[in-house]
């Protein structure tokens, strides 16, 4: 699809103009026009300011044609005056071939055609056409206004209006319940213009500490929204649309009995998958709402903020280490953790960090430790959530099941974010996937015990430097494996011992269960041999010196 409209403007060109319009001696009003008899109040008043501001008027003496399609002429009209360009209401010759002065239906638009085209804001939909009467569409209409307010837009997503419409959605100027491929009519402009304008009359709008906002969204399971509003509403009235992409979803809403709160259902065949919802409310008067909407971030990537993009993982699969009784093993005995600690989301080896990787928008990473405000599961009884002192968020998989985390998380700038990602917990233990000792020569040195006495005492975990890491991704380093060992069944042998052949028989080695190796009598050398559970085996040579 052509994308036939472009902006080059700067917000201080853009609200410029209101000085200049030419005004008509009584500037008309809503009741004049017949079909605005039955328009809500918000609307109404909407339309009123932009009448008073000469940048509207209707198709005839007593119609406004408010659900009519904005044209391409009309919308070069309402653009350049929106934006404060400089019109020359003489001008009768067009640029484009398809405008001409004797046509009755757009010839009147020349100047604004060619004012509009001169300052960058529409193009022709070729070098020598401009099609007046073609219809804008929503999404043309979010990226002009958008841009007149000083936003970038980005149009190289799929489609190529989704970013305009979704930024337009969280402004409160883009038309609900539409897609941005959809003809935008005259009340879609009034809505985006009248959100375009520098600052609303506060005697025409209630003050915004009296309006309701939607104060939050989160994610619960994977067809299920909860939205919360600071302030009760209607609820015979109220609705609620979600969007992802620019494309409408069909929904039920269940209200809470606090007027407050509303429960969001997709179909399952609109699950809740990677990428962002934006969430808006209407069916009330939208002069009674301040902000209308909030962005739902699914899975791998939140909204880019200043130069700045906010990455997770898509989803997390979780072990059901509690429900299992697997962690019932962590007795604190033989090296063990304690299982408080075993349980605990913000200490244990088998919990899961909730990863934010923040990138320039060249894709360089950037160090921004401690974002995380809370992490909140949809069902604590499937997962477990915490945010440890240093603003890292972790999770933990109680039993078997689905669930959504919730993270709040500050950027570098300040501003809060909220994202949600789902979680699979297994009912499937932890086991051993690799093993590796990283270094495989060790040189101990002991002293000349006697006959019958264990002496040269060291940590193989420690001196083998090791590194495992189980069936679900995690890695435990040194001691911590040592910690975990009830989950993780690593067992140590002692292969191959050598003797001094001259000071008579071989001595032994022994290994206790917390991996401390024990030598006894005459030992020169031998092998430290590591075996896990799935028989994988790795070797370390001890050479052994007496003293």
């Not at 009235?237 to 969001?264: H, I, M, Q, R, Y």
């Not at 060291?458 to 435990?476: H, I, R, S, W």
């Amino acid at each position: 699809m052509k994308k036939s409209i472009t902006l080059v403007a700067t917000t201080a060109m853009a609200f410029s103009m209101f000085a200049s319009v030419a005004m008509a001696d009584t500037a008309k009003t809503s009741a004049d026009y017949t079909d605005l008899a039955g328009i809500e109040s918000g609307l109404k008043t909407k339309i009123d300011t932009l009448l008073s501001k000469g940048i509207f008027e209707g198709v005839s003496s007593d119609t406004f044609g408010i659900s009519q399609n904005m044209t391409r002429a009309q919308f070069a009209k309402v653009a350049s005056l929106v934006f404060g360009l400089k019109v020359d209401t003489s001008l009768q010759t067009s640029s484009f071939t398809d405008v001409q002065a004797n046509d009755p239906a757009n010839g009147w638009a020349i100047p604004y055609i060619e004012a509009a085209k001169k300052a960058g804001l529409i193009d022709g939909m070729t070098e020598t056409t401009f099609a007046p009467g073609d219809n804008v569409t929503v999404g043309q209409l979010d990226t002009v206004l958008l841009k007149g307010l000083g936003k970038k837009v980005d149009t190289s997503a799929t489609p190529w209006y989704a970013n305009a419409v979704k930024q337009a959605t969280e402004l409160g100027i883009h038309p609900s319940n539409k897609n941005g491929d959809a003809a935008a009519t005259r009340a879609d402009l009034v809505v985006g213009a009248y959100g375009s304008l520098p600052a609303p009359p506060t005697t025409e709008q209630p003050a915004n500490e009296n309006k309701v906002s939607v104060a939050s969204v989160r994610a619960q399971g994977d067809v299920t929204i909860v939205v919360a509003l600071d302030k009760t509403v209607d609820t015979a009235k109220a609705s609620f649309t979600v969007s992802k992409d620019g494309t409408l979803l069909p929904v039920t809403t269940n209200w809470e009995v606090d007027k407050k709160t509303a429960t969001l259902t997709l179909s399952t065949d609109n699950k809740l998958t990677s990428g962002s919802y934006v969430v808006t409310l209407g069916g009330i008067d939208s002069s009674t709402i301040g902000t209308a909407s909030a962005t739902l971030t699914v899975g791998s990537v939140s909204s880019s903020t200043g130069d700045y993009k906010y990455w997770v993982p898509e989803s997390y699969t979780l072990s059901n280490v509690i429900d299992s009784g697997l962690t019932e093993s962590a007795t604190g005995e033989s090296g063990y953790a304690t299982r408080a600690e075993a349980e605990d989301p913000t200490q244990s080896m088998f919990a899961k960090e909730i990863e934010i990787t923040v990138t320039t928008t060249s894709g360089d990473e950037v160090a921004a430790p401690g974002l995380i405000e809370s992490v909140t599961s949809s069902n604590p009884t499937i997962v477990k959530a915490a945010v440890s002192a240093d603003h890292k968020g972790y999770i933990l998989g109680n039993k078997a099941g689905t669930a959504t985390i919730n993270i709040l998380y500050k950027t570098i700038s300040g501003e809060k974010k909220q994202l949600s990602v789902p979680v699979t917990v297994k009912d499937e233990t932890i086991s051993t996937q690799k093993v590796e000792a990283r270094d495989t020569t060790i040189k101990a040195t002991v002293s000349t015990v006697t006959s019958g006495v264990y002496g040269g005492v060291f940590n193989a975990y420690e001196e083998m430097d090791m590194l495992v890491t189980d069936n679900y991704g995690n890695e435990y380093e040194r001691e911590e494996i040592q910690d975990y060992n009830f989950a993780l069944g690593i067992q140590f042998m002692a292969e191959d011992v050598v003797g001094d052949p001259s000071k008579g028989d071989t001595g032994s080695v022994m290994i206790d269960n917390a991996g401390y190796v024990f030598i006894k009598g005459n030992v020169t050398q031998f092998t430290l041999t590591v075996v896990t559970t799935n028989g994988t085996r790795v070797a370390a040579g001890v050479q052994v010196t007496q003293e």
